[in-house]
């Protein structure tokens, strides 16, 4: 391989034995460990090629982008294999995996594969968008959900405008849960940062400001000048400060409620910031008095369930500030929630209510 500007990009197609497109199996054994053997996503094949995504009728795909230029720190681009590796003792295969909550096997229902990482070039912040936008837009193309792994919250854009870009600008909203805004203009003078990705959606990509919808905010921010910037421009913003006045769940209806009456597809977001420190420590920009994992995994689930989401991504987990890895196992089980929630609008399960009440002592909320 040359030296060269595009080395990050090349794709190592010379060498590579001729082979039907497909499913590819790293595991060696049925039954193994998530410490052990190659660590993909819950130990599920792989894909490397757009042709094997769409040979393998493929529903779900895990990207990698392991990037943290964005965030003016180091620690982010270890994300992606933090949260592939947090599932330290499941021992089960991920088929097998049955979420008690709402009684549904996923994995069984969806076919889910990691298709790996995103070129990103740890030297250059601009160079890195395009490649990831590119993955992204292969995933969308064969007709499956890309739930993105960061990498700082700059993945945020050229994720989203990957779907965009496919379902239509106007057809597309944003669920974003965060503790921070992003929707900053050029701090520091620079456009693209993890401060910025949903201006950048807004000014570059046609997302329209009624169609971004936040939940989680709080803190010493944004300025008086960029909330009134949000509020003219017509963004939900739902802060903690909503949800100590009305309750987590009176807040969550009411999220629901707006994205429900919005474009039909969207794209949730979820920086793990929006959880309280002392459930994620290990994330870049960590705000105290955020949710708590019982509230975000239920959200997250029934947004994947309620609504016709087209992409994911959990972002911002930095695992060298991680003791005990409780944030990259949260953010794991933050993708399992997702991908339970997509199986849920898939099989059908009607309602918007996301338990079964076998389990959570309701009276036939769930129906099937
Ligand atoms: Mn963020």
Redesign the pocket.
Known sequence: VAAGDDVWRQRRDAGQPAREPGLLHLSRYAYERAWAGVPTFMRLPMCLTAADLTAAGVDVAIVGAPMDSGGGQRGAARGPQAIRTAERYMPAPAESHRHSHVDVLPFEQLTVVDYGDAAVDPFDIHASIGPIRELVAEVVSAGAIPVVLGGD?TVLWPSAAACMEHHGASNVGLVHL?A?V?CMHEPLGHAVT?ATPIRRLMDDEGLAGANVHQLGQRGFGPSRELRDWMLDAGITTHHMAEVERAGFQATADRLLRDVKAGPPCIYLSV?I?VLDPAFAPGTGTPEPGGLTPRELLQLVRRVCHETNVVGVDV??VSPAHDPGYVTALTATRIVLEAITGIAMRRIGIEGDHHLDAAVSGGAGDVAR
């Open positions: 919250h965060d921070h992003d993890h920086d910031d972002v911002e």
